[in-house]
């Protein structure tokens, strides 16, 4: 039977839940209940930073719950990297929209009628993370001797640029029920948490730390979840600690579930920074120094900017080639709510700046843009900012040509330079321009993180084939589809007959997060072991005949990581990330001469991946990636005013929507990883770090030198004028 099972890697298989999903069958966080149900309202501050003074309840309390600081039985943190940020303000405030005290109440109408009074003392905010005095982490990577380096220069080209906030928006907002008992140990103790998220063991842990509890008392599971971006990895375990504070007090089961306006206002984002780049370069282009200095804006507590500003520091040299570099980088703190994961976590930032500042290099030498990049791309047994030796899966120079090639850059280029006469001869005809970008993503955790996180998965033996455990969570990417593809080639069954166990913490070991475009590579990877043991040990009986002779079978293994990597994190040099994705993307855009509106005419981009899993889903994940990445170059403009959003709203906080998405052209190359499953890399963060630079190189070949995004008509305007 399992020699004669068709492939399943490479084949665009159905989605294990897309008949549920579609026939509507699927059960979000909002869609369940529990008897005896009550719900939940998170109650925050309303200034930016200062103290509490006073908290008046207004109004009859009969049938209300209060929960505050005082009724945590643990230690009153949102346990993550540091230990800086409380689960419910005690005293003091350091951004609008922190968390309180809750409400609870069986009525929604009435809790959301109530009110409660607070009164405040103000201090003075900070909101400027160059002027800010707390550093959450710094990072400094040297790599020979920029003074040699910009010796060597025959030109030095400085430049500064920006990056705003963007609000990862999933479809589904921020949900958790949690229900008292129903712990891994049964009975009446500890609590369970079911919620929409990316990291159940994330929340696991903080769980047990804010309830002080045991892990077997803890459980958190999954449900259906609409979308995370990253935004969904470390949040959850503030609203989990929320609701199961409630469902401790009533000794009932709490739901808490965000609506648009709050998950926007009081949720994390992706980092703004602020990048300077000094580099010096011979005539003919070749790269002799990069010194770059960037600042990204933490908000008011760390959560994770720490890892956020380490694989952005690490990517800020872009896949370009240096032997003198030098990298600082710091995160630091601001008077507004906490920034944190976002697809990309820090890459599309840093190579926002990288990859502009190539194009102004390469102007400023009177050179091709491309054969500005071709002379400096990373090529196999280079080396990148940290020391790391490239294996012969780099492939920055294929995607480059690939890209250029498909989209005719040179001609296109020349084409529109032409067509883009004076802008008051023409003004009623829009200007065009033609941009490019080349970027790379490391694929899992940076650094010893893998070893750290010491990933375990298993494989149980079924009747038919086998169910994977893993708290690897579905939230639209195709996880559960994807490990099901690889264990049936692994195991030689049909892909139908691979089930996906819920992610839940009672019945799956911890196969780390769902974050860093690792699931694949890595969870895939450990599965991929599993199922080839368990075809050893099968031998030439089937699942149910294996079953009856010999009983249950289950395999676990755990992450194992590739010989001769090697890394320093005080040092911040070796081996960085076991592979990389290799990206270029091509972007066409007009610019309105009267509205300085832009749009994006035209988009091609070209990714190495190692090996399309499931090609459909790949291709997925590229679209959407770079249509967001489109909307965070030049509609996503978060609006703050005194540390608040004030556009936290999907009527003014605009979004890329079919119209504004220029057709798409997705080319797929693959370069096998030796250590990922059937050679496969990670995919779903790469796509975002394109778009962005090759809408703004775009923008300059049109006759508008920005160099900050998102690129507004405000913006544009203002370079143009």
């Not at 149900?37 to 930073?49: D, M, Y």
């Not at 967001?628 to 709203?649: H, I, K, P, S």
């Amino acid at each position: 039977m399992a020699s004669r099972a068709a492939k399943a890697v490479g084949r665009n298989v159905l989605r294990k839940e897309g008949h549920a999903k579609v026939t509507g069958a699927a059960r979000y966080i909002d869609d369940l209940t529990f008897p005896g149900l009550l719900h939940a309202r998170t109650i925050r501050s309303t200034i930016p930073a200062g103290q509490i003074a006073k908290v008046r309840f207004k109004g009859d309390r009969a049938g209300f719950t209060l929960v505050d600081h005082h009724d945590i039985p643990g230690r009153n943190i949102v346990a993550l990297i540091d230990d800086d940020q409380p689960c419910l303000a005690e005293r003091a405030i350091r951004h609008v929209a922190e968390p309180i005290l809750l409400l609870v109440h069986e009525d929604r109408e009435k809790l959301r009628a109530a009110e409660v009074q607070i009164d405040y003392r103000p201090s003075t905010p900070n909101y400027d993370p160059e002027t800010s005095a707390i550093a959450f982490k710094s990072i400094a990577i040297d790599k020979g001797n920029v003074d040699e380096g910009f010796a060597a220069a025959d030109v030095i080209v400085d430049g500064e640029y920006r990056t705003g906030l963007q609000e990862q928006l999933y479809i589904e907002t921020n949900g958790v029920i949690a229900v008292p008992g129903h712990g891994v140990a049964g009975g009446d103790d500890g609590i369970t948490v079911y919620g929409s998220m990316q990291c159940p063991y994330y929340v696991h842990r903080a769980l047990m730390i804010l309830l002080g509890l045991p892990a077997e008392q803890v459980r958190v599971i999954q449900t259906e979840t609409g979308g995370g971006f990253g935004g969904k990895e470390e949040y959850p375990s503030m609203i989990a600690g929320h609701a199961a504070l409630a469902a401790l007090k009533t000794g009932r089961p709490v739901k808490l579930v965000y609506d648009r306006v709050e998950d926007m206002l009081a949720t994390t984002k992706r980092h703004p920074s602020i990048i300077r780049h000094r580099t010096g370069v011979t005539r003919d282009g070749r790269l002799t120094a990069m010194d770059i200095d960037a600042v990204l804006d933490g908000g008011a507590y760390a959560t994770l900017s720490a890892v956020v500003l380490s694989r952005g520091m690490i990517h800020a040299a872009g896949p370009y080639r240096c032997d003198h570099v030098r990298i600082r980088g710091r995160a630091t703190m601001t008077n507004t709510p906490p920034n944190g994961a976002f697809r990309g976590f820090g890459a599309p930032q840093t190579q926002f700046a990288a990859d502009v500042h190539m194009d102004r290099i390469a102007e400023r030498l009177g050179l091709d843009p491309v054969r500005v990049r071709e002379i400096n791309a990373l090529r196999p047994g280079d080396t990148t900012a940290t020391g790391q030796r490239l294996g012969a899966d780099s492939s920055a120079l294929r995607v480059l040509r690939e890209a250029v090639k498909r989209t005719d850059f040179k001609k296109r280029r020349r084409a529109l330079a032409s067509s883009n006469g004076p802008a008051e001869a023409g003004r009623h005809t829009p200007a065009r321009g033609i941009g490019l970008s080349l970027f790379f993503h490391g694929s899992g955790f940076t650094g010893a993180g893998e070893v750290k996180l010491a990933s375990k998965a298993s494989l149980a033996l079924t009747g038919r084939g086998a169910r994977i455990h893993v708290a690897s969570t579905e939230i639209g990417q195709g996880t559960r589809t994807m490990l099901a593809q690889i264990v049936a080639d692994a195991l030689g069954v049909p892909y139908e007959h691979i089930d996906v166990n819920a992610a839940d913490t009672g019945e799956v070991p911890d196969s780390g997060p769902t974050v860093a475009s690792r699931t694949c590579m890595i969870v895939g990877r450990i599965l991929q072991r599993c199922a080839e043991e368990m075809r050893g040990r099968l031998g030439s009986l089937t699942p149910r005949q294996y079953l009856r002779k010999f009983g249950p079978l289950t395999i676990t293994k755990q992450y194992e990581r590739p010989a001769g990597m090697v890394w320093d994190d005080t040092l911040y040099k070796g081996d960085a990330y076991g592979s990389y994705g290799w990206g270029c993307d091509v972007v066409e855009v007009e610019v309105d001469r009267d509205t300085f509106e832009v749009k994006a005419t035209a988009f091609t981009t070209v990714h190495e991946i190692g090996k399309a899993i499931h090609p459909t889903l790949a291709l997925g994940q590229i679209e959407g990636g770079s249509a967001q990445g489109l909307g965070y170059a030049l509609l996503e403009d978060v609006v703050m005013r005194d540390g608040r959003m004030t556009n936290a709203t999907l009527t003014n906080y605009i979004i890329p929507t079919s119209l504004d998405t220029p057709p798409m052209k997705v080319v797929l190359l693959e370069n096998p990883y030796p250590h990922g499953p059937s050679g496969a890399k990670g995919v779903g963060e790469m796509p975002i770090d394109g778009p962005a630079p090759a809408v703004i190189n775009a923008l300059r070949h049109a006759g508008f030198d920005l160099r900050e995004i998102p690129a507004t008509p405000e913006k544009i305007m203002a370079v143009a004028s």
